[in-house]
């Protein structure tokens, strides 16, 4: 059975990038156009002619301003929602509550609120619709091949991550999900954070601190460390994985994708099919296919293309749906490594250690803007 796809923000120019917006659904889009068993059937944006700029791209017959009409009238099997993440919640709970959809995913962060990340999961838990969010990165080779090494006991029994992005939410949200992914999802115990706002940082909507510092402690005692904005220098590569008898790198400072040492010897490059920690390929020979495919129709560009992550993303939500089973990005998987973001900014207003589960509601660097805690003006969201 072919599964119907709909899209949620389809946003303008996708050439176009910036803070405001990536019209992340062209790349979705391209996600299940690769897939045999997906048709393309909707859109919807509350800016008609972004909508209907997307529908020309993607041969898609209904467009929308409303989602809510859209998701009555074409009953998809999948709506994929792009829209920014102040609401996300509100479009993805109201999508499950509508009865007619079977799986929603849903772009990263997953809202800006830790009431509103929990309500999403519990709305889609009760109205067994499949819910998951963008962690592409967990697909990529370097990720892939580092968790193979892992679990294989390459470096020994697993102590600790390190890490450093632009900031702990908007970015680092996909560090604290590797996290999880590389200890199997293991609960974590507490979190230590300290946090910088003295210039208004905002992305796509949402504020994110400039700078931080978060120490954290998962159930099994493996710990982590995280240094963003001007401090993430300190950590030296993109993610550390430390164990008790050796170090894997991804994304090293000057250094290959992935590396591996094991104590007592020099750093092992490991071989990552040409693919990039962002999951872009590298070399001639990609550079070539990629040159003969721009000239391409685009589904055939889209065939001969090195799959994107978002793409391998896209691929296991379809097979989650076809086999009834857990995507490894599922709500629940997500809301455990969302929490450590919330517990991080939870910590710095507090000014001392949180004990998880997490018993807010907010989003406490929002409300310490807002009430005037950070001198910087919440006039931006």
Known sequence: MTLKIAFVGTGADPDDRS???????????????????CMLIGCADIVRENAERFADEFDIDHVYEDYEEMVRQTQPDIVSVCVPPKVHAEIVTGCAESG??????????????WADCKRMVEVCEERDVKLTIDHQRRFGTPYRKAKKLLDGGAIGELRRFEWSEDNIFDAGTHLFDLC?????QTPPEWVLAGIDYR?????????????????????????????TGPGS???????RIIGDDGVIELG????????????????????TDNETIYGRKTGIAN???????ERLPTPVEDTLRHPSNYEKAIADVVRAVREDDESMISGENVLQSTELVFASWES??????????????????ESMVEDGKLGVSSEST
């Not at 799986?103 to 609120?113: D, F, L, S, V």
């Not at 550079?287 to 495919?293: H, V």
């Open 100 to 113: 007619a959809v079977n799986a929603i995913h849903c772009e990263k962060p997953m809202a800006t609120t």
């Open 19 to 37: 803070r405001k917006g990536y019209a992340m659904a062209y790349r979705h889009a391209r996600g299940y156009r690769r897939l045999d068993d």
């Open 180 to 184: 999880g992914y590389y200890n199997d």
């Open 252 to 271: 090293a400072e000057n250094g290959p994708p992935l590396r591996i040492k094991r104590d007592g010897s020099d750093w092992k490059t490991v071989d």
């Open 199 to 227: 210039e208004e940082n905002v992305w796509f909507g949402a504020h994110n601190e400039n700078q931080a510092f978060a120490q954290w402690k998962y159930e099994n005692d493996v710990y982590g460390c995280a240094s």
């Open 348 to 365: 710095a207003r507090r000014r001392g250690r949180v004990d998880l589960p997490l018993d807010i509601d907010d989003n406490p660097l």
């Open 287 to 293: 550079a070539a296919i990629e040159k003969i495919a």
């Open 233 to 239: 220098p300190f950590v030296g590569c993109y993610l």
